[in-house]
């Protein structure tokens, strides 16, 4: 390893700083919605949006995992990729006039 690369590990994170992150509140709030809907004689509204919240922390959790400069930069290099090849082509195609 260089002396010169940063060290990018992330320190482990302790169950109470998760729970009280934002995902972790959202989650909370998404559980709390589900056990007072079915507690409430199983309100429909209530449990539904539970189960929105919930599905929605889960999402964001993934999202927010995501290495998103590397997809990125993997997109940008796609697209200037595709970019050179239609420069490519229409230069072949100003040759062949």
């Known amino acids: 390893m260089d002396a010169q690369?940063?060290?990018t590990t992330k320190p482990k994170q302790s169950l109470l700083?998760?729970?009280?992150?934002?995902?972790g509140a959202i989650f909370c709030i998404g559980v709390a919605c589900i056990v007072?809907?079915?507690?409430?004689g199983f309100k429909v509204m209530q449990f539904f949006f539970g189960l929105c919240i919930v599905g929605g922390?889960?999402?964001?959790?993934?999202?927010?995992?995501?290495?998103?400069?590397?997809?990125?930069a993997e997109h940008n290099r796609l697209h200037d990729a595709h970019q050179q090849r239609l420069e490519a082509e229409q230069r072949d195609k100003k040759k062949e006039q």
């Open 57 to 72: 922390s889960v999402a964001l959790h993934f999202v927010k995992k995501k290495d998103w400069d590397a997809h990125w």
């Open 36 to 40: 007072y809907g079915l507690a409430d």
């Open 5 to 7: 690369e940063p060290n």
């Open 17 to 23: 700083g998760r729970l009280f992150s934002a995902e």
